[in-house]
């Protein structure tokens, strides 16, 4: 058969672009050794055994370019088993790096585990944490970011330097304490103060010099409260959220719910003094709090007066807030594309998925569940379980597209789903606290929150325009909030509440991201260093 003048052309053109992603490979590589071990901290005054990377509390931050080739091989010197996972890293088709229990072995003591994974087309400001055992509450967390490739324009100018926030709640109870507590079916007590890069009060000093403009990488790494965020006398010009830059609207604080991730550009436009960063806790009826300086490199002084206060209850705030974060449509940046559109909101969602929180008592013990459903680990990782068809360990459909109100009881639940799915998720949340959700692999369009029961009504006040895309979303007490996801990343992805109480006492589930085909296009092979446990053990990764 001839072929015509364009039909060639078309297939020239394929050819180039099939040669083009052969050259993905060509990305930077960085190589990184992690010895993780546990050492004295004093975050609170009070000495306590920490978890170390590299002997340092927080571990050493991750600075990556969009595409880049990661490569950490974690040696766990802890005496206990040991994951580490990374908080808004999608693992495109590669859910074996997660990184959480459903998908990897864990690092026994004294052994090591290489992490490969690729930041694909991301960019933006994320963690890392050690995801087993609670271990979170003893450290071992540290600040990820991914500049754009150097010809990508970037909606705004390069600031004079790039500074990481890890804030969070502690406890000066140990993780071992902390999780007996809950094993036995106690609840967490209130935190005992709140850390900023691992010090508490006045621990960090951030330098400016005036007239510049800085960038603030701000994660909540903290275990239980959301917090509020300000620096005195300055105001904050927010420009990402986990990976989307926003609409820059210009905030005097900001509130960080459990899991989630911002940047903000701040000017040093003010007299040179040393001023205050306030952190502080959200919805708790004790507020707690913590500062850190803004100094100014020719500071005349202390700036007068207390450091700026911050809202407490306030949820109308909150909410109002958490409306004005958009999503700037003219900036660049990779972004989630349904079908291939680029317009979230055109396309029509293909289920719908709804998903209640409770706190059931289980067997006389404090439990959380979703849609009645509290998540017990398996004895065997669920995605290697899936990869060798080990029956017995979880059950595809252990839990329902919709809350049953039901009483809570235990189990492994997955959810299946198909890839090219686009799902519309509702979290819906009757309990009176504040809530927070985290999916892995994926980044999702937040199109409404709002107060009271969620109905099909409610779809007409989406975002269906600029909402933002981004990992980590807050539901509010008595109130719900909507995303949008397509599920274009096929693997075995953990969806949880990021208040780490009520992760680990089973408010989680895994999600089945499964393509017919079963062709490495659309998921990695198991890699050859992959660990393997449970009913696992002994198994080949690559058979022959
Ligand atoms: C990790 O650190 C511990 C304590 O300093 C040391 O004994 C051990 O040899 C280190 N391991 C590696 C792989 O560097
Ligand atoms: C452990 O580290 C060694 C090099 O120090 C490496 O050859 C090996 O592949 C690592 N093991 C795993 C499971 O990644
Ligand atoms: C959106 O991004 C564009 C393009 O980079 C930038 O010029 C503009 O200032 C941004 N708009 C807002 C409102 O943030
Ligand atoms: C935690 O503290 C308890 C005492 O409250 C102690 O017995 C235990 O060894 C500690 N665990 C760790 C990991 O430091
Ligand atoms: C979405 O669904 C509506 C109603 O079923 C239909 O009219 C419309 O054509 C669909 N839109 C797209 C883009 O498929």
């Known amino acids: 058969m001839m072929m015509g003048k364009s039909s060639l052309l078309a297939s020239f053109l394929s050819l180039l672009l099939l040669l083009s992603s052969c050259v993905v490979g060509e990305n930077p590589y960085k190589f990184f050794t992690w010895n993780v071990t546990s050492g004295d901290i004093w975050p609170l005054g009070v000495k306590q055994q920490g978890i170390l990377i590299n002997g340092q509390f927080p571990g050493p931050l991750i600075d990556a370019v969009t595409n880049d080739n990661i490569i950490i091989n974690v040696y766990n010197s802890l ?6 996972s990374w908080n808004g890293i999608q693992q495109r088709r590669n859910s074996w790096e997660d990184g959480v229990y459903g998908t990897n072995c864990p690092i026994p003591p004294g052994g090591n585990f290489t992490y490969v994974m690729q ?13 087993l055992a609670f271990h979170k509450a003893a450290g071992g967390f540290g600040g990820i970011r991914i500049l754009s490739r150097p010809l990508i324009p970037v909606p705004f100018r390069p600031p004079a330097d790039d500074y990481t926030l890890l804030i969070g709640d502690w406890f000066k109870a140990n993780h071992t304490d902390l999780r007996y507590l809950l094993d036995s079916g106690r609840d967490l007590p209130f935190p ?17 010099e005036q007239g510049k403009t800085y960038r603030f990488r701000i994660s909540n ?20 959220v986990e990976g989307s830059h926003t609409l820059q609207n210009t905030y005097s604080s900001f509130d960080l719910h459990l899991g989630q991730s911002c940047s903000f550009l701040v000017t040093a436009d003010q007299p040179p003094m040393d001023y205050l960063i306030a952190v502080s806790t959200r919805f708790t009826s004790t507020v707690l709090s913590t500062t850190a300086v803004f100094r100014y490199s020719n500071s005349g002084g202390k700036s007068a007066g207390p450091p700026p206060g911050g809202p407490t209850i306030e949820i109308d705030w909150s909410l109002n807030q958490a409306r004005s974060i958009r999503w700037n449509l003219t900036a660049s940046g990779p972004r989630p594309n349904p079908q291939g559109s680029y317009h979230y909101g055109l396309v029509n969602t293909t289920r719908t998925i709804r998903l209640a929180n409770s706190a059931p008592v289980i067997n006389g013990k404090q439990r959380y569940a979703v849609n009645s459903v509290s998540f017990i680990p398996a004895d065997t990782p669920l995605k290697v379980a899936d990869f060798y068809n080990i029956q017995g360990v979880f059950t595809l459909g252990s839990i329902q597209d919709n809350p049953t109100y039901g009483p809570g009881y235990l189990q492994t639940s997955v959810m299946v789903s198909n890839m090219r799915d686009y799902v519309e998720i509702i979290f819906e949340n009757g ?4 809530q927070s959700w985290h999916i892995d692999g994926y980044s999702f369009w937040v199109v409404g929150l709002d107060g009271g029961q969620w109905t099909p009504a409610s779809r007409d006040g ?13 539901v509010y007490p008595k109130s719900w909030s909507a995303i949008y996801m397509p599920l274009d990343n096929v693997g075995m ?15 989680q589930f895994y ?4 393509s017919p085909a079963n062709s490495w296009r659309d998921e990695n092979p198991i890699p050859r260093n992959a660990l393997l446990c449970g009913r696992a053990s002994g198994r080949r990764t690559r058979p022959l």
Request: with cysteine; aromatic share 14%.
């Open 511 to 514: 999600l089945r991201v499964y």
């Open 192 to 208: 005992d103060g709140l850390l900023i890069n691992g010090r508490g009060q006045y621990g960090n000093t951030f330098t400016v």
């Open 493 to 507: 992805w953990n969806i949880r509440s990021e208040n780490w109480a009520r992760q680990y006492l089973g408010q």
């Open 79 to 84: 005496p206990e088993p040991f994951l580490i």
């Open 119 to 131: 930041m694909k087309d991301q960019i933006g400001s994320y963690f890392y944490f050690p995801s």
């Open 462 to 474: 989406y975002n269906l325009r600029d909402a933002v895309a981004r990992c980590t979303v807050q």
């Open 431 to 434: 309990e009176d606290t504040v």
């Open 221 to 240: 790494v903290g275990l239980a409260t959301a917090l509020n965020v300000r620096i005195q006398g300055h105001t904050m010009l927010l420009v990402e």
